[in-house]
């Protein structure tokens, strides 16, 4: 028997999820220990392992691929632990990590300090050269204040230096003779040049992500050379792969040059499982994946079986926080989750989050001190989780506690308990309606079409309502919910992208320049597929795209170049055709005289790691309707005015199949589904939950 | 009003799920305009806003548009009814007149009525400002003109731009003629009829759901509750008269004392009301700095609220608490026919804002805002040529190259990217690159100002240096720069920023320095130096936190000498490691402080 591990390393827990050719065999979970990385990956394997009959070492003894997703890298430059880093930038613009791209969020709010750049200004520093918009030297590179620069650096105990000068990406001469010369003078501190890691127009962006990836080379090159080395003592020998914030896996030697890949490791997997749960239970290629942790509520989309992906990622809070400047897969966060605290402004009006009670003192439930009134809290009082068997019976809940924190709010309200709870519920559930219209309907996307996947633990406590809001009619709640990311790696691929940027107009277009451009990707696509060919990987793909806009336009599309190379008229034409459509599906019109311009070039090589195919459940299919165990009073609302009595199931109990009509509660040992009034829940032939909205 | 609450019917979570949804939906329309417009003004800069304004013409939903904009809104939908009783579904109109309710003429508004159940409840609105309206010369800021034939904008008295979904192509050939890169135009044009279209959309099926009943009560519950939240936050205020004045610089030749101003505040929070009476002041001048009556509105409304809790709603139910006085003929007032408005959103409108603001520091230590940067330098300057890259194209575009000192305020140091103080810091920078790419220019620097910032406890943010030039072919610059003379004040013990200052630098090494408005032609070689004002400092610059002293000389934001002069913070010396000397501080600041007598 061969397996196959990946691992998730959250702010508070770390999943292990263990596979093998038939499917998901065990979730384990365990705390994430900060200083020891790897204590809690090896726990939480340990506690995988325990659940199929192994030991560790006997586990990783039979494992070929592993696969580690992380939160820390997202989590080190949030809170400002990254390496001492030094930007080298072109002479006249020592603050473009300053200024950012400005634009702020509330007009009149002008009492709050300016926020502090990536890089300080005390270790920023100005090289005197100078390209212009089509690559000429204006002003050549001062060979000798590089000297002194570097000098300079080697006093200040820079553990990293990041480069970015302007129009690198129409003529790189300079900044590759700044890495030469870094390379000789600073030997062993980490370097990132912008036009080899980014090569993208805009020197916001283009800086931002170059200083990112320097400042996270020490710190994620050392982890990740840790975990190659704990692995191998645990008898572990395959490949170690690791989750990218381009939705697929890279090799870890691969993210040890690239670190800035591993930014949203993880939590860029969630809408990988979604695609694949759907695909798997047949339920169409546009999903909406929502994951809800204790205090974020992660958002994002697979439209078309593609898994939605922005270049307008923030660190830290859109405006103030700092840019990826990178694609990614877009996944949109907002706090908003089981711990979000209920409170009244002062105009009388209920608001929720995006405070949140967090893992300490945790809801009021939790009986660790909490005090004010959270999702987690109304939760309980309106029946929908059972205080005796939360989490499976590993943790006791106070039902108490929750009224009584509830009720300072109800008597403002001048509501009862219940409905207050009602209400709480109803106000977290519109932060989350909106947070998934800003990624669906904004963008043009009819969520009525697609299919709802739901991950995390609370998930299952309020998805149906914000389902009903949304019209969406269709909810999938895998059984895994509770470790989504975790099992999305194992449904990933290797990805591997590479980008030019390259000015071309379909008015006059310069086929000859084009094709060399995209020659050029093909080539550096070339030597990653032989690398990945050489350790036995097989049935790579391509895809090709362009980001493009109308003639004097400032934003991009991105729009795929759907036969592949332009050679011909007729490939332009399909393609402007394919702008069009696009343009006008986004932003309603089209402009059908004006030539398109094509910006950047974009080819992305795929290659399938080995998955086993999913088995169906191994019991047989049944049709009917299971017994509950019990029941409890719970209350819907405006779906139901009195209290109901829903019956309560264990997930335990049911089999791929059966059918359990609302109000009804399912309780699984790491999450719960209440199934409103008006809603049936059926057991899939893979054993998930497939809600459906009447 | 709190006494007969009328949405005490309305459930408050209803509430809060459509007041949640008209937002979105405003921002849907804002990021349509962004991403699908063509001119780095409205696509880079975001020079634009949306609304949602209620059928009978009040404000409803704002969302993060600018004050500046949507602030008067209800003026130009009232406007609306009142000439087209035949409005009918399908239906828009372009409005960019400033006697008739719009801010300036360089504003294009489009107004989009929605009707559900054929009724007309709302109206979705898109405002932008457009890198050319026609004027007399190639710029939308005409401070020179005498008059609005001398301005020379073609003006759309809220003219029907599309019946039945289809463009009134009669219009669409008028601005075509008229307007300077016509398909630049048409584009912004295209981006803003789509976002007000998708506004349409998004009402159109958020009334299907919760049907017009339940919106019309939502819409009076919705403003009662603002007006609920600026009442409980003006009883906070102590009750005052204050009265303050400031003066917009001259403009040699054109208004050759300046342009004094005044604000009269009366904070009343037993009635719960805040007045602002701009009625003593000068009659409308001959020049294009008069400020329209959206704008006399908008930008003494933006002073009072930048001073009051920013996460109150902004809408009608807000204004019914903040009366702003205004007279007919007066600079900042209602605009007498045919005065120039074309630069009412921004100069004078600045000085309004910085006076209102400001006047709540006479309140007390703890109050109010100090003043932030006046100039919009040659670094947002309309700049206009053609393109030898490009087979002699022309181009004609503002550029936001600069920063903006913004004020300091009792709890912070001033918002580096103010811009200006109607901005808001709400706009976007240009890329340099993306300038270049687009425009044959070449920006030589680009950076902020060390001891620019009025020093303060709280001290002002730097401003910003750019200089730029043209590449292959001349390239006229305009633009009219205020607070070269009268730089943003500090408050309560505070000092000033930096003054304004625009220089044409020659290719023979020469300078010249351009005062109050630029209109100028550079040849290849030559470039313009525009250097925007720090903000204002509030508070005694000897009270300032020493951390804050010793971080502002370690990222080199003022200077050493700056922070011991002005700051009283001595440092050891230590080429290696910055750290303060105590004893000699205190002993600097006392010194400092008896000197002052």
């Known amino acids: 028997m061969r397996y196959r591990i990946s691992i998730d390393t959250g702010g508070t827990f770390t999943d292990a999820v263990v596979a093998d050719a038939t499917g998901i065999l065990a979730i384990g979970k365990a705390l994430t220990d900060p200083e020891r990385n790897f204590a809690g990956v090896q726990a939480a394997i340990a506690d995988a392992a325990g659940q199929i009959g192994h030991d560790l070492r006997e586990l990783l003894a039979a494992t070929d691929v592993f696969i580690y997703g992380t939160t820390r890298a997202t989590n080190a430059i949030v809170t400002q632990r990254t390496a001492r880093t030094a930007m080298l930038l072109t002479a006249g613009f020592p603050d473009i990590l300053v200024y950012r791209q400005g634009g702020k969020l509330r007009p009149h709010e002008l009492n709050v300090d300016y926020p502090a750049p990536y890089v300080p200004r005390h270790l920023s520093f100005e090289i005197p050269e100078r390209i212009d918009a089509e690559g000429n030297i204006v002003t050549p590179l001062d060979e000798a204040r590089v000297a002194a620069v570097l000098d300079e650096l080697a006093t200040l105990d820079i553990e990293a230096v990041a480069v970015c000068l302007l129009w690198s990406i129409a003529n790189p001469v300079h900044e590759r003779r700044l890495g030469e010369l870094i390379a000789a003078r600073l030997p062993g501190v980490a370097c990132t040049l912008s036009h080899a890691l980014n090569p993208v127009l805009r020197e916001y962006p283009r800086a931002s992500s170059t200083a990112i990836d320097a400042s996270l080379k020490p710190l994620m090159q050392a982890q990740l050379r840790l975990l190659e080395r704990n692995l191998a003592q645990s008898g572990y020998t395959g490949d170690i792969l690791v989750s990218a914030s381009v939705g697929g896996v890279m090799h870890v030697e691969d993210m040890i040059e690239r670190p800035i890949y591993l930014v949203k490791s993880g939590p860029a997997m969630a809408p990988v499982a979604g695609l694949s749960y759907a695909q798997l239970e047949s339920l169409g290629q546009d999903v909406v994946v929502v994951d809800t942790g204790g205090t974020t509520f992660d958002v994002s989309l697979v439209r078309d079986g593609q898994v939605s992906h922005t270049r307008e990622t923030w660190l830290g809070g859109l405006y103030t926080g700092h840019l990826l400047g990178m694609g990614s897969v877009d996944v949109r966060s907002i706090g908003a989750g089981g711990g979000s605290i209920a409170w009244l402004d002062d105009g009388g009006l209920l608001r929720v989050g995006p405070q949140s009670a967090g893992a300490r003192p945790g809801p009021a439930c939790y009986g660790g001190g909490g005090s004010e009134p959270t999702v987690t809290d109304a939760a309980l009082v309106l029946g929908y989780l059972d205080p005796a068997y939360f989490l499976g019976g590993r943790m006791a809940l106070d039902a108490a506690a929750a009224r009584r924190v509830m009720t300072p709010i109800a008597a403002r309200l001048g509501k009862s308990i219940e409905d207050t709870a009602l209400a709480i519920v109803t106000v977290a559930n519109e932060n989350m309606i909106k947070a998934i219209q800003e990624i669906t309907v904004k963008e043009g996307f009819d969520p009525a079409a697609a299919i709802l996947v739901a991950g995390g633990g609370a998930a299952g406590l309020n998805i149906l309502p914000i389902a009903r809001a949304l019209g969406m009619p269709r909810v999938l709640l895998p059984r895994t919910a509770s470790a989504l990311s975790a099992c999305g790696a194992h449904f990933s691929d290797i990805v591997r992208e590479a980008g030019a940027s390259r000015y071309a107009t379909t008015a006059d277009f310069d086929f000859a320049a084009v094709d060399a451009v995209i020659d050029r990707l093909e080539r550096e696509l070339d030597g990653f597929e032989r690398a990945l060919a050489a350790r036995g990987l097989t049935g790579f793909s391509r895809t090709l795209a362009v980001e493009a806009r109308y003639a004097g336009q400032i934003w991009e599309l991105e729009v795929a170049l759907q036969g592949g190379r332009l050679r011909t008229a007729a490939d332009v034409a399909r393609l402007v055709e394919d702008f069009h459509r696009e343009h006008e599906r986004v932003f309603a019109v089209r402009d059908p005289d004006n030539p398109i311009e094509c910006i950047h070039w974009r080819a992305r090589l795929t290659a399938p790691l080995p998955r086993g195919a999913q088995q169906p459940g191994s019991d047989g299919y049944r049709s009917g309707t299971p017994g509950a165990r019990g029941s409890r009073t719970a209350y819907f609302g405006v779906l139901a005015a009195a209290p109901l009595e829903a019956a309560v199931f264990h997930g335990g109990d049911l089999k791929p199949g059966d059918r359990v009509t609302g109000p009804a509660i399912i309780e699984e040992p790491t999450t719960t589904l209440v199934v409103y009034p008006g809603t049936t829940a059926r057991v899939t032939p893979y054993g998930h939950y497939l809600c459906e909205l009447a | ?597």
């Open chain 2, 1 to 597: 009003m709190s006494d007969t609450p009328s949405d005490q019917a309305f459930d408050p979570v209803l509430l809060a799920v459509l007041s949640n949804r008209m937002d979105a939906i405003v921002r849907e329309m804002t990021n349509t305009l962004l991403r699908a417009a063509r001119s780095a003004v409205i696509a880079m800069s975001r020079d634009f806003s949306c609304c949602i304004v209620t059928g009978d013409g009040e404000l409803l939903a704002t969302a993060e548009a600018a004050p500046v904009h949507v602030f008067g809104t209800h003026l130009q939908a009232q406007a609306m009814r009142e000439l087209h009783p035949d409005l009918q579904q399908g239906d828009a109109f372009l409005h960019n007149d400033p006697y008739l309710g719009n801010t300036h003429p360089a504003d294009h508004t489009l107004l989009v009525p929605v009707f559900c159940d054929g009724e007309h409840l709302f109206t979705a609105v898109a405002k932008a400002h457009q890198a050319d309206i026609g004027n007399s010369i190639p710029t939308t800021y005409h401070a020179a003109a005498r008059d609005i034939y001398e301005e020379g904008a073609l003006i759309f008295p809220c003219v029907r731009i599309q019946r039945d979904f289809r463009n009134v192509e009669d219009i669409i050939r008028m601005c075509r003629r008229r307007i300077r890169v016509p398909d630049q135009w048409y584009g912004d044009y295209l981006a803003a009829i789509g976002a007000a279209r998708i506004g349409e959309r998004r009402l159109e099926a958020l009334a299907a759901q919760y049907g017009v009943t339940t919106l019309k009560a939502f819409v009076r519950a919705w403003f009662d509750y603002a007006e609920r939240r600026v009442v409980q936050e003006i009883r906070r205020l102590p009750a005052a008269r204050l009265e303050n004045t400031t003066c917009h610089d001259p403009i040699p030749g054109v208004v050759p004392d300046g342009i004094p101003i005044k604000v009269k505040l009366e904070i009343d929070p037993v009635a719960a009301m805040i007045d602002v009476d701009l009625r003593d002041n000068p009659n409308c001048l001959p020049c294009g700095l008069n400020e329209s009556m959206a704008c006399a509105i908008n930008n003494a409304m933006t002073g009072v609220l930048n001073c009051l809790d920013p996460d109150i709603p902004h809408n009608a139910g807000t204004f019914r608490r903040i009366r702003v006085q205004l007279r007919e003929n007066c600079v900042v007032g209602i605009p007498r026919f045919p005065h120039s408005c074309s630069v009412a959103t921004t100069n004078v409108g600045d000085r309004l804002v910085n006076a209102t603001q400001s006047a709540f520091a006479g309140i007390g230590d703890g109050w109010g805002l100090a003043e932030g940067n006046t100039a919009l330098t040659s670094g947002c300057a309309v700049v206009s040529g053609r393109d030898a890259r490009h087979g002699e194209r022309d181009y004609i575009n503002q550029m936001f190259l600069m920063g903006g000192g913004g004020p300091a305020s009792p709890s912070s140091d001033g918002w580096i990217n103010l811009l200006i103080p109607v901005g808001a810091g709400l706009l976007y920078r240009d890329s340099i690159e993306l300038d270049e790419q687009k425009y044959p220019i070449l920006v030589r620097s680009l950076k902020l100002i060390q001891d620019s910032g009025g020093a303060g406890r709280y001290r002002g943010a730097p401003g910003t240096e750019v200089v730029y030039g043209p590449r292959l072919r001349p390239m006229r610059v305009v633009s009219a720069p205020d607070g070269w003379r009268t730089p943003p004040r500090g408050v309560n013990g505070g000092n000033d920023g930096t003054t304004s200052a625009d220089h044409v630098l020659r290719a023979d090494g020469s300078e010249t320095k351009v005062e109050g408005f630029i209109n100028v032609e550079l040849a290849p070689g030559e470039f313009i130096r525009g250097r925007d004002c720090g903000g204002g400092g509030y508070g005694d610059p000897l009270e300032r936190e020493v951390s804050r002293v010793l971080n502002d000389v370690r990222e080199r934001w003022i200077s050493r000498r700056q922070a011991e002069t002005v700051y009283g913070v001595v440092f050891r010396d230590d080429e290696r490691t910055l750290a303060v000397d105590e004893a000699a501080t205190d002993e600097a600041r006392k010194r400092l402080a008896a000197a002052r007598g």
